[in-house]
């Protein structure tokens, strides 16, 4: 037993569960957060046994591919309380600032915000300004990347006008390259003779919006870190948000993504009542499923925009067929049925301001069900904005998304200004109230006395599709990591004991096997898959994607003094992998372990038993089929 304990201190060892490339980003938060990790040593000290399992034939599922525009297609109606389950992601605040420096760092960055025609000190270009000049102050070096057009600023359309506009905002020299359409990134002289360089623009290279894998390795091969700060663009799956991230050894949100997330979380969560959403824009049919869940949370939906006529059809009323949108009556029926069963109201308006095509200023009010032939909604009516004052008077919480607005219409009449009013008012009652969408925040922001009050997310497509219930592809590739922060206190009954971590760790059968056999030890598992199959199994090139080197070196550095790396796979050309990357990559702290006490070996060297006297479910599987295991031992040596 006091072998078997020897051969604990410090155990990490590979396994035949499947999960995500991601898996190998959440070990390698250990190697980004060191210097974090080092200003708590005196918890960590209590782990001077960290031990981990990496058991070894995988099927890995690359993140990418979990973004694919299949899965994105589907969506689904919100459970009550899932919107609160966001994933961790590591931010620039909580990166150790030592560690940027003399470090590249990618900045994918937000034209829209940097670029615009005039700047303003709104929050957003205040943090998206930061996030630069802060990895400035660090001593990085920095990259800048983005894709811009001339509807963001006809001025600007060459690199060069960009990184002369880009010097202007944020005071410092940044010089432009056109590196990758040289693909002469890998050399990046221009690096160090500039304090920040600016790539060309990225619309311009169809690896972008295809998110190419060998395109965003090459944008990527010279980079450290990546900072993601283009928050608009994390409802889309391009090479420069999604695709980089595999290729860095730390990812981490800028502050602008950071300051935009927490704007995201405030309008998702449902935490006072009663709670009412406005809802403008059309195109029901696409956005029904976010609006269900609007209507599964919320107490009372206001329509305000070209979704409204549909509601009005479906509860039978008469609605011109121009007005009508195709399609979309079984999905508006849905939506009023689950109101209904929730006994909540719906408020579309009853009268409408209304124009024609030959006289756009020649304005009359008609009836919701008396529109005549030839005339165009363009507001709501007073009456209806009369019914929505009354809804909203007791309300603790307001979600208004998208324009009040309707087709054709070149101006909004009252119906904005109105609302807006309606709303400063609420304000001083302390009712929370969350604004998404260009217009609608232009609306506020022209019209409020009290804008700092409101919350206020401009990119109303990221909120739309995060309501729909479909993760954020952007987001979910900074998806590195756990909290700096963790409470081993409250985790384990015995800190203080050794660590065993078991990487890949399946349904946990074998760590809760192990527990029972050492109550001395503390286990934890590590698992990021979802319960589907990888049909790419048998290709090498995913079998070996998950092992890549800063893993290796995060083990290296983290595992206690001889302690052991298992390798286990029932495939010998993964083994053979894995053995050559941890001798490779293990910065000449890992060796081979001929003799592992009394397990023998094969004349190639590989251990005929498993030395922890406990087999997880696949090698369990494997071994009774007769086939064979692949395993090897490591240590890492006392030695400084």
């Given at each position: 037993?006091?072998?078997f304990?020897?051969?604990?201190?410090?155990?990490?060892?590979?396994?035949?569960?499947?999960?995500?490339?991601?898996?190998?980003?959440?070990?390698?938060?250990?190697?980004?957060?060191?210097?974090?990790?080092?200003?708590?040593?005196?918890?960590l000290?209590?782990?001077?046994?960290?031990?981990?399992?990496?058991?070894?034939?995988?099927?890995?599922?690359?993140?990418?591919?979990?973004?694919?525009?299949?899965?994105?297609?589907k969506?689904?109606?919100?459970?009550?309380?899932?919107?609160?389950?966001?994933?961790?992601?590591?931010?620039?605040?909580?990166?150790?600032?030592?560690?940027?420096?003399?470090?590249?760092?990618?900045?994918?960055?937000?034209?829209?915000?940097?670029?615009?025609?005039?700047l303003?000190?709104?929050?957003?270009?205040?943090?998206a300004v930061?996030?630069?000049?802060?990895?400035?102050?660090?001593?990085?070096?920095?990259?800048?990347?983005?894709?811009?057009?001339?509807?963001?600023?006809?001025?600007?359309?060459?690199?060069?006008?960009?990184?002369?506009?880009?010097?202007?905002?944020?005071?410092?020299?940044?010089?432009?390259?056109?590196?990758i359409?040289?693909?002469?990134?890998s050399?990046?002289?221009?690096?160090?003779?500039?304090?920040?360089?600016?790539?060309?623009?990225?619309?311009?290279?169809?690896?972008e919006?295809a998110?190419?894998?060998?395109?965003?390795?090459?944008?990527?091969?010279?980079?450290?870190?990546?900072?993601?700060?283009?928050?608009?663009?994390?409802?889309k799956?391009?090479?420069?948000?999604?695709?980089?991230?595999?290729?860095?050894?730390?990812?981490?949100?800028?502050?602008?993504?950071?300051?935009?997330?927490c704007?995201?979380?405030?309008?998702?969560?449902?935490?006072?009542?009663?709670?009412?959403?406005?809802?403008?824009?059309?195109?029901?049919?696409d956005?029904?499923s976010?609006?269900?869940?609007?209507?599964?949370?919320?107490?009372g939906?206001?329509?305000?925009?070209?979704?409204?006529?549909?509601?009005?059809?479906?509860?039978?009323?008469?609605?011109?067929?121009?007005?009508?949108?195709?399609?979309?009556?079984?999905?508006?029926?849905?939506?009023?049925?689950?109101?209904?069963?929730?006994?909540?109201p719906?408020?579309?308006?009853?009268?409408?301001?209304?124009?024609?095509?030959?006289?756009?200023?020649?304005?009359?009010?008609?009836?919701?069900?008396?529109?005549?032939?030839?005339?165009?909604?363009?507001?709501?009516?007073?009456?209806?904005?009369?019914?929505?004052?009354?809804?909203?008077?007791?309300?603790?919480?307001?979600?208004?998304?998208?324009?009040?607005?309707?087709?054709?219409?070149?101006?909004?009449?009252?119906?904005?200004?109105?609302?807006?009013?309606?709303?400063?008012?609420?304000?001083?009652?302390?009712?929370?109230i969350?604004?998404?969408?260009?217009?609608?925040?232009?609306?506020?922001?022209?019209?409020?006395?009290?804008?700092?009050?409101?919350?206020m997310v401009?990119?109303?497509?990221?909120?739309?599709?995060?309501?729909?219930?479909?993760?954020?592809?952007?987001?979910?590739?900074?998806?590195?990591?756990?909290?700096?922060?963790?409470?081993?206190?409250a985790?384990?009954?015995h800190?203080?004991?050794?660590?065993?971590?078991?990487?890949?760790?399946?349904?946990?059968?074998?760590?809760?096997?192990?527990a029972?056999?050492?109550?001395d030890?503390?286990?934890?598992?590590?698992?990021?898959?979802?319960?589907?199959?990888?049909?790419?199994?048998?290709?090498?090139?995913?079998?070996?994607?998950?092992?890549?080197?800063?893993?290796?070196?995060?083990?290296?550095?983290?595992?206690?003094?001889?302690?052991?790396?298992?390798?286990?796979?029932?495939?010998?050309?993964?083994a053979?992998?894995?053995?050559?990357?941890?001798l490779?990559?293990?910065k000449?702290?890992?060796?081979?372990?001929?003799?592992?006490?009394?397990?023998?070996?094969?004349?190639?060297?590989?251990?005929?038993?498993?030395?922890?006297g406990?087999?997880?479910?696949?090698?369990?599987?494997?071994?009774?089929?007769?086939?064979?295991?692949?395993?090897?031992?490591?240590?890492?040596?006392?030695?400084?």
């Amino acid at each position: 037993m006091a072998q078997f304990l020897n051969l604990l201190q410090g155990t990490l060892s590979p396994s035949n569960s499947n999960f995500y490339n991601c898996l190998t980003n959440a070990l390698m938060f250990l190697q980004h957060k060191s210097c974090s990790y080092n200003r708590k040593r005196d918890k960590l000290q209590k782990y001077q046994g960290i031990q981990f399992f990496l058991r070894g034939s995988w099927k890995v599922i690359d993140h990418v591919e979990k973004f694919s525009p299949q899965a994105q297609g589907k969506a689904y109606v919100h459970d009550a309380g899932e919107l609160d389950a966001f994933p961790h992601i590591q931010t620039l605040k909580g990166f150790p600032k030592e560690e940027l420096f003399a470090k590249v760092v990618m900045v994918r960055f937000d034209s829209a915000i940097l670029l615009q025609k005039e700047l303003d000190l709104k929050s957003q270009v205040t943090s998206a300004v930061s996030t630069i000049k802060y990895l400035f102050e660090a001593g990085a070096k920095i990259i800048l990347l983005s894709d811009w057009s001339m509807k963001i600023n006809s001025k600007l359309l060459v690199v060069e006008s960009v990184a002369d506009f880009l010097s202007s905002v944020l005071q410092l020299k940044v010089a432009p390259s056109r590196c990758i359409s040289n693909r002469s990134l890998s050399k990046m002289e221009e690096l160090e003779k500039a304090d920040i360089l600016l790539l060309e623009n990225l619309s311009e290279f169809k690896g972008e919006l295809a998110n190419c894998s060998k395109f965003a390795e090459q944008l990527a091969s010279v980079v450290y870190i990546f900072v993601n700060d283009s928050f608009s663009n994390s409802h889309k799956i391009l090479a420069s948000t999604v695709g980089v991230p595999r290729f860095c050894s730390a990812c981490v949100a800028g502050f602008h993504f950071e300051e935009s997330l927490c704007q995201l979380k405030m309008a998702a969560q449902i935490n006072k009542k009663p709670c009412i959403a406005i809802i403008g824009g059309g195109n029901l049919f696409d956005k029904a499923s976010a609006v269900r869940y609007l209507a599964s949370r919320c107490d009372g939906l206001v329509f305000v925009g070209m979704m409204a006529f549909q509601i009005m059809h479906a509860l039978g009323l008469h609605v011109p067929l121009n007005l009508l949108e195709g399609g979309a009556l079984k999905e508006a029926s849905n939506i009023v049925q689950l109101a209904q069963n929730r006994k909540i109201p719906i408020l579309y308006p009853k009268d409408f301001w209304c124009t024609t095509n030959d006289f756009p200023k020649q304005m009359e009010i008609f009836p919701a069900y008396g529109i005549l032939d030839g005339w165009i909604p363009v507001d709501p009516g007073p009456k209806a904005l009369d019914e929505i004052n009354s809804l909203l008077a007791d309300c603790k919480k307001i979600i208004w998304i998208g324009p009040v607005k309707f087709r054709l219409a070149s101006q909004n009449i009252y119906g904005a200004s109105k609302l807006v009013s309606m709303l400063d008012r609420l304000t001083q009652s302390n009712c929370e109230i969350t604004v998404i969408g260009n217009m609608a925040c232009k609306g506020v922001m022209k019209e409020s006395s009290f804008v700092s009050v409101y919350n206020m997310v401009e990119n109303a497509s990221v909120v739309w599709e995060f309501l729909k219930g479909r993760k954020l592809p952007g987001l979910m590739a900074l998806d590195r990591a756990y909290p700096v922060e963790i409470d081993w206190n409250a985790a384990y009954t015995h800190p203080s004991q050794p660590l065993v971590v078991d990487i890949g760790s399946g349904n946990g059968l074998f760590l809760l096997a192990m527990a029972k056999r050492r109550e001395d030890l503390n286990f934890l598992g590590l698992e990021i898959n979802e319960k589907c199959p990888n049909p790419d199994f048998n290709k090498p090139e995913h079998r070996w994607r998950m092992l890549q080197r800063s893993l290796v070196e995060a083990v290296a550095d983290l595992l206690a003094s001889d302690g052991k790396v298992f390798l286990q796979s029932d495939i010998e050309a993964v083994a053979v992998r894995m053995k050559e990357h941890f001798l490779k990559y293990g910065k000449g702290k890992l060796s081979v372990v001929h003799n592992e006490d009394s397990t023998e070996t094969d004349r190639k060297g590989w251990l005929k038993e498993n030395p922890f006297g406990v087999r997880s479910d696949w090698e369990q599987h494997v071994v009774d089929r007769g086939a064979p295991m692949y395993r090897l031992m490591l240590s890492k040596s006392t030695r400084p």
